[in-house]
């Protein structure tokens, strides 16, 4: 006859959800400048390629094209500081 008791089993030792948070990763706020900068890059890429600006034929010559190339170089300023604190934090950790 089958029993009702079950045998105790130990649970595997699963790792802590907050280990992961020692990692460097990206957050949200890094994604904004990611992307301008794989923007920046595509577009820079299309020049090169073809003579075609993309962000001049959407945003025009004036203040808006000139804002755009602003943000994307911000962002690569930001990629520069990113690159550093992410390397940083994991040579600490070895």
């Given amino acids: 006859m089958a029993t009702l008791d079950t045998p105790m089993v130990e649970r595997r030792q699963l790792p802590d959800r ?11 706020a890094d994604w904004v400048p990611l992307a301008l900068l794989i923007l920046g890059g595509l577009n820079w890429g299309l020049i090169g390629l073809m003579n075609i ?28 500081y990113m690159a550093f604190h992410l390397g940083q934090r994991k040579t600490a950790h070895k």
Avoid: K
Wanted: glycine letters at 18%; aromatic letters at 8%; charged letters at 15%.
């Fill in 53 to 80: 600006d993309v962000v001049a034929m959407i945003f025009g010559e004036g203040p808006g094209a000139r804002l755009i190339y602003l943000l994307v170089g911000l962002s690569a300023l930001y990629g520069i």
């Fill in 18 to 28: 907050r280990a992961n948070m020692d990692r460097p990763g990206l957050t949200g």
